[in-house]
């Protein structure tokens, strides 16, 4: 099975709809979301809209902090910014949409898979996996041998040996890399609806279950309409800008 990773959609229709296509033409056959599907973008709706009819046919999908802002508690750790898109993205859903935000699980296993929007450690607290204590840290949480993540908005790969070192890189974008099961492996997959690399263009990952290998994709979209259509829904300018942030 070849499964397609994306977090971090952030209400971006736009990226959402690119991704989806590329990994049908990769030939995906199931779909990982890691949470964060709404906030900053203009397309909250069409967006839940999208996930939860994946997840009626059989994708994963956990919530991020976003999710649990709009459809509960907004966090005091949350930046302005996105707790001034908090009410109006609220506005834009239906009862049923904030149902599903809220009854998302934090985290989701299958087998040796785990998916989980922060970290495997301490998923309710939102702490970012930036560097390698903090992804070993999560890899010693489960006993998953992947463990897939979002949040950091960056893409990027972390693995641990049988010397319990933990090593990492910047993947290639479409290079495969082997994950075989005789490591631990944390996979950042960057974020579909908003990268913050100086690229524009969607991030996601895939992963052949079978062959154990992952990749990194970077798909162009028209990130100039996603960004018109934050401005016309009256959103800060900066979220806006921040789409083509080159």
Same mark, same amino acid.
Request: proline share 5%; with cysteine.
């Given at each position: 099975?070849?499964?397609?990773?994306?977090?971090?959609?952030?209400?971006?229709?736009?990226?959402?709809?690119?991704?989806?296509?590329?990994?049908?033409?990769?030939?995906?056959?199931? #779909?990982?979301? =890691?949470?964060?599907?709404?906030?900053? @973008? $203009? /397309?909250?709706?069409?967006?839940?809209?999208?996930?939860? !009819?994946?997840?009626?046919?059989?994708?994963?999908?956990?919530?991020?902090?976003?999710?649990?802002?709009?459809?509960?508690?907004?966090?005091?750790?949350?930046?302005?910014?996105?707790?001034?898109?908090?009410?109006?993205?609220?506005?834009?859903?239906?009862?049923?949409?904030?149902?599903?935000?809220?009854?998302?699980?934090?985290?989701?296993?299958?087998?040796?898979?785990?998916?989980?929007?922060?970290?495997?450690?301490?998923?309710?607290?939102?702490?970012?996996?930036?560097?390698?204590?903090?992804?070993?840290?999560?890899?010693?949480?489960?006993?998953?041998?992947?463990?897939?993540?979002? #949040?950091?908005? =960056?893409?990027?790969?972390?693995?641990? @040996? $049988? /010397?319990?070192?933990?090593?990492?890189?910047?993947?290639? !974008?479409?290079?495969?890399?082997?994950?075989?099961?005789?490591?631990?492996?944390?996979?950042?997959?960057?974020?579909?609806?908003?990268?913050?690399?100086?690229?524009?263009?969607?991030?996601?990952?895939?992963?052949?279950?079978?062959?154990?290998?992952?990749?990194?994709?970077?798909?162009?979209?028209?990130?100039?309409?996603?960004?018109?259509?934050?401005?016309?829904?009256?959103?800060?300018?900066?979220?806006?800008?921040?789409?083509?942030?080159?």
């Amino acid at each position: 099975m070849r499964l397609a990773l994306i977090a971090d959609i952030h209400a971006n229709r736009e990226a959402l709809e690119a991704v989806l296509e590329h990994a049908q033409r990769l030939g995906c056959e199931r #779909h990982a979301f =890691l949470g964060d599907h709404v906030g900053y @973008g $203009a /397309d909250p709706q069409w967006v839940v809209a999208c996930v939860r !009819s994946l997840v009626a046919q059989g994708a994963f999908a956990v919530k991020g902090n976003h999710d649990v802002g709009v459809a509960g508690k907004v966090s005091s750790r949350m930046v302005s910014t996105a707790r001034d898109v908090i009410a109006w993205t609220r506005a834009q859903l239906g009862a049923d949409d904030l149902r599903f935000l809220q009854d998302l699980p934090l985290v989701q296993a299958e087998r040796e898979m785990l998916f989980v929007h922060a970290n495997a450690f301490a998923p309710a607290l939102w702490e970012y996996v930036t560097g390698r204590a903090a992804a070993a840290r999560s890899m010693r949480a489960t006993d998953c041998i992947y463990t897939f993540c979002g #949040h950091v908005h =960056l893409p990027r790969l972390f693995y641990q @040996g $049988a /010397d319990a070192h933990c090593l990492d890189f910047v993947p290639t !974008s479409d290079m495969p890399v082997p994950a075989p099961a005789h490591r631990r492996w944390l996979v950042l997959p960057g974020s579909a609806g908003q990268p913050r690399d100086g690229n524009p263009a969607a991030c996601y990952a895939s992963f052949d279950t079978t062959q154990r290998v992952l990749a990194f994709h970077r798909v162009a979209y028209d990130h100039e309409t996603a960004a018109a259509k934050v401005q016309a829904a009256g959103l800060p300018d900066m979220l806006a800008t921040r789409l083509a942030d080159v």
